[in-house]
């Protein structure tokens, strides 16, 4: 969402930048950090965020926005992904797929950026065709608009056709190695017999390498988008990050898709840390700027001129354990578009009452309306595990929240 924002004011908060804490405010205006650091006075207005830690949102590297209707499909653990579709593909969850199907893309779209925004994610890399319902000023987050994708060298043989230009601003994305046998660590050479490991590759999961295999990667200049919770469901393994780390690949996190197994990118961030291969120091730095740089996106920050893209939590540790409750503020661009409610209420949004594992939260009243009416309107959205622990409540129920007062967004 893009829409121009007001000025806020956030007061008492602890700003982490580069690893380090430190108290202070941040001003927004216009979608940027304006001003951040020192000490702002009630006069200056906004909010009294209590000694909540402000962070950069979440950076996605890698999505499958329109899979945000599915389930996790098929009986894991596989050896790849081929032999995951062919199980899928025999007809055992064939309703499954047809309930998640029954929702028109532009709504599965719109649930993909939903699941991220509550996730406390600003910025998605999708991979699939590009859909003019991501560029909507109403979509939850921001999406990369500017990129090129092949599914895998297994589905896609022609991978050159789909490699357009070697402009490293603009991304091409392909699965790769995603599994444990022969076939998957064959993978990254016939990206190379291809002329397609190029400085703008982004090589999504890398399960399967040989030996040599992290080191050719860094010496094209190509990354790697993490996916450990996805692959960790369906293959019981993932990238050997401490690998490609040492060799100096760019690596960012990715959550893949709830048919996947995955939840969201705060869950994938969890698992990443679960690992214990990455201190969190720099497991934070990798899901916000560096994931970013992987994917091209757009990475908030907490310094003047970033754009403001912004998280506030309640607790550090419960955040990196994955836990959607820590959440107490999303800012896209500048919006507030979901949090508690007595910070929605100070900084003078419209929000609707939802409950998010059990916490009160507040979401944006445009993006409620939308999501409540698609998830009435979808029994079979229950069995999607994101949205396990969301409630709406009801317009027409007397007792739930009233709109607050006071100016739009």
Known sequence: MVKRAPRRVLRGARLWSDGTLSAGHVVTEGGRVVAAGGLAGESEGGVDLAGRVVLPGLVNAHDHLDFSTFPPLGRPPYPSAYVWAADVGCGRDDLAVAAALAVPLPDRLFLGGLRNLLAGATAVAHHGPYHRALARPDFPVRVLARYQFAHSPGVTPALRRTYRTTDRRIPWMVHAGEGTDDRCRREL?????????????????????????????????????????????LYGATADVAALRAAGVRIGLGSDSPVSGARDPLSNLAAARATGVVADDDLVEMATSGSAEVARLIAGGTEAGRPADLVAIDSMEAWLAGDRRALALVMVGGRPLYGAPPLLDALGVLWRPVTVDGAARGLDAELARRARGLVRGHPALAAVRWLGGLAFDSEDDPSGSPLPEGPPP
């Not at 040989?210 to 450990?228: F, L, Y």
Request: positive net charge; aromatic residues 2%; proline residues 2%.
């Open 189 to 233: 050479r016939a990206l190379e017999q291809a002329n397609v490991l190029r400085q703008n590759t982004v090589i999504i999961h890398a399960i399967a390498l040989g030996d040599g295999d992290a080191q050719r990667i860094a010496a094209a200049k190509a990354c790697v988008v993490w996916c450990p919770e996805a692959n960790r469901h």
